[in-house]
């Protein structure tokens, strides 16, 4: 696709606008399909190989469909490459986005995301969340971690199995500096609706079970950040209330 042009400003603002409207959409007729209030539902925009100047795009357009609706929430901004994440920073800290980081954190880079996020919902080890512990400990309000978990026991995906998430969760939860603010997965990617609503039935379960253990810390974690593009209705149904939308709203990615 080296060839295509890219899209004019004026036209590439109007596509992506009517394309987060249509995700809009789609999240409001999901939670009202399960009985949900769309207030419980924000949208994450995952912005991995997006540049700064369609990101700014897009959040312009959410900004005036904000204005126009003062029931929605802004759209928060998720990256999952810390370089990415710090190589766009500058060019979004006028829009002050709400901003996550959605992918994997190596201990050398964790002061280099700490500058542009507050939360990092991919939390994997106890290891990792000592460190953003130390690191944030002297700061006045925590940071926000959510624990990333492997529902679909893949062995490609990222994530706490299963059957160590809510030990891990508990052990975190403890820790000064971070807040347990929920629970993180990335789905089984199939066609099969019910495999894929089973893995996401088990972060609730696991989100439920934490939050009510009474345990020190866990009571804030709430959060659930599942479903995307292609399977957000599916995660609203049972019970998302983070879903993670890039190619819905920014288009096929280029091939890696
Ligand atoms: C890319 C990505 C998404 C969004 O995927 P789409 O299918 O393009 O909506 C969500 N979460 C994570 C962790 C991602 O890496």
């Not at 126009?68 to 994440?85: F, I, K, S, W, Y």
């Not at 953003?132 to 062995?155: F, I, K, T």
């Not at 659930?224 to 920014?250: C, I, K, N, Q, Y």
Request: net charge neutral; with cysteine.
């Amino acid at each position: 696709m080296s060839d295509a042009q890219p899209p004019a400003a004026d036209d590439d603002a109007a596509v992506l606008a009517a394309r987060l409207a249509s995700v809009r959409s789609r999240v409001a007729a999901a939670c009202s399909d399960a009985g949900r209030p769309a207030a419980d539902v924000r949208v994450l925009l995952a912005t991995k190989t997006v540049d700064a100047a369609r990101i700014r795009l897009a959040l312009a357009a959410d900004a005036a469909a904000v204005a126009a609706d003062p029931a929605l929430t802004p759209v928060l901004v998720g990256e999952n490459r810390v370089q990415e994440l710090v190589a766009k920073g500058p060019d979004l800290a006028d829009l002050r986005p709400t901003t996550h980081l959605i992918g994997p954190l190596q201990s050398n880079k964790v002061n280099a995301a700490l500058r542009w996020v507050s939360c990092v919902e991919s939390v994997t080890s106890l290891d990792l969340a000592r460190r953003l512990s130390d690191r944030c400990a002297d700061r006045p309000v925590a940071l926000d971690v959510l624990v990333q978990v492997n529902v679909s026991g893949e062995v490609t995906k990222h994530g706490v199995p299963l059957t160590a998430a809510a030990d891990l969760a508990l052990a975190v939860a403890a820790l000064p500096g971070v807040r347990l603010a929920g629970f993180m997965t990335v789905g089984l990617r199939s066609p099969d609706v019910a495999a894929v609503g089973a893995g996401y039935a088990s972060l609730a379960a696991l989100r439920d079970e934490v939050l009510t253990s009474g345990a020190p810390g866990t009571q804030g974690a709430r959060e659930l950040s599942m479903g995307m593009s292609g399977d957000l209705e599916v995660a609203v149904a049972h019970g998302a209330t983070l879903v993670r939308v890039g190619s819905a709203v920014f288009g096929d990615r280029p091939a890696r």
